[in-house]
């Protein structure tokens, strides 16, 4: 039987990623980050470490012992860890990181991949296990968008590509063609709420791939949270790019949205 390793990170994800795989043929294996992975996620796959997010020798060693060729990273993994202290990293991972160009999330995820696949381990598209899952273009709830926020939904996306391509954020909050905060390290859900707050109600949120998106990570993914996070501010519409995000329980999404009357968009532009 193939093996799927799973390098899991905060939210549901992981255990979506494990299904999927599962019912594709393969056992699954799942590295779960010590301390960001869901306690759930062990009735998910076939066999389950527990890791602490800095120890990425005995990451490493944990996938060798599996035997797993094949892997993915899914789930979020902030790098606000990096800076509360929450991270006591290993000789290994103090190495990689230390031979950093920068500390942005491409630069880190990327050397995390490429350390991994120098063991022989091929780091996989995480949107090979979460296809169902990927975001349809067109409106998604009841409602649609009024044109003033169709207009905000354009000027947003060209502000998100931008963010994303410089590797700050994948997120921007919009009210009447004004930037009220973009995504950094805090993540979309505080994003989300800062920039809420200073728009008062209706803002607009577009959420977006990096225009040079690495597929083996870091994919935009909608949940309930995020939903929880606009409700707080009384924000209007969130629209997410169509074929490049994963919404995760999509059908609850829309209808817990239909109910406070919060706008699901997939755009493309």
């Known amino acids: 039987m193939k093996k799927l390793g799973i390098i899991a990170g905060t939210g549901d994800l992981p255990k979506a990623v494990a299904l999927d795989a599962r019912t594709k043929g393969y056992s699954v294996f799942a590295i779960a980050l010590e301390p960001l992975a869901d306690k759930a996620l062990g009735s998910f796959v076939d066999e389950i470490e527990w890791i602490n997010i800095g120890k990425f020798g005995k990451i490493i060693r944990a996938l060798k012992k599996y035997r797993i060729k094949e892997a993915v990273m899914a789930g979020k993994v902030s790098k606000a860890l990096l800076y509360n202290s929450k991270i006591i990293p290993d000789l290994i991972a103090l190495k990689f990181i230390s ?51 169709w207009q905000d939904i354009t000027f947003g996306w060209k502000i998100a590509k931008e963010i994303g391509r410089l590797d700050i954020g994948q997120t921007v909050v919009v009210k009447n063609q004004a930037v009220m905060a973009i995504e950094a390290i805090e993540g979309t859900d505080e994003a989300i709420r800062r920039g809420g707050r200073l728009a008062g109600k209706g803002a607009v949120i577009v959420k977006v791939s990096k225009p040079n998106q690495d597929m083996r990570f870091d994919i935009p993914v909608l949940g309930l949270d995020t939903l929880k996070a606009m409700i707080e501010v009384d924000a209007s519409v969130l629209a997410a790019e169509a074929g490049k995000s994963i919404i995760l ?7 817990e949205s239909n109910k406070v009357g919060i706008i699901l968009v997939g755009y493309k532009e």
Do not use: C, H, W, Y
């Not at 090979?128 to 349809?136: A, D, Y």
């Not at 329980?249 to 209808?255: A, H, P, S, T």
């Open 99 to 149: 031979s950093l160009k920068d500390r942005s999330d491409d630069s880190i995820l990327r050397a995390v991949a490429d350390e991994i696949e120098k063991e022989g381990i091929k780091m996989l598209n995480i949107l090979s296990f979460s296809s169902s899952l990927i975001t349809p273009e067109g409106v998604l709830t009841k409602k649609s968008p009024r044109k003033d926020e």
């Open 249 to 255: 329980q999509k059908d609850r999404l829309i209808e």
